[in-house]
């Protein structure tokens, strides 16, 4: 229960920073493309590092699971319990595919 409520703490303290209308760099979400999960990805990986890594990649959906693996388990992530898993794994594995061009602009 502690565990998920500091998730959530999380989520809505980087939503609650950095999504005021007046902070430009919170609005476009430091360049990750719109989508359904995109404030959850935002909050959680740029806590340790910033989104350009994220946006360099293109991975599988498993590989983008191995990734959270190995964030949780080399780097000390917090591990996300399942829903939220589930939604940054939705979110990367749409917007980051391995197929995608590197470095894609929101809007292109």
């Known amino acids: 229960m502690m565990r998920n409520l500091r998730q959530l703490m999380v989520v809505f303290g980087w939503v609650l920073l950095w999504g005021q209308p007046s902070m430009g760099f919170a609005q476009d979400y430091d360049g990750l493309p719109k989508g359904e999960g995109r404030v959850e990805v935002f909050a959680w990986c740029t806590s340790c590092h910033s ?16 990734t959270l693996v190995w964030m949780v388990e080399e780097q000390g992530m917090q591990e996300p319990d399942t829903k939220m898993r589930k939604k940054i794994l939705d979110y990367l594995s749409e917007q980051f595919p391995p197929e995608r061009p590197h470095f894609r602009v929101d809007g292109e």
């Open 51 to 66: 989104a350009r890594i994220i946006r360099q990649q293109g991975l599988s959906r498993a590989d983008w699971d191995e």
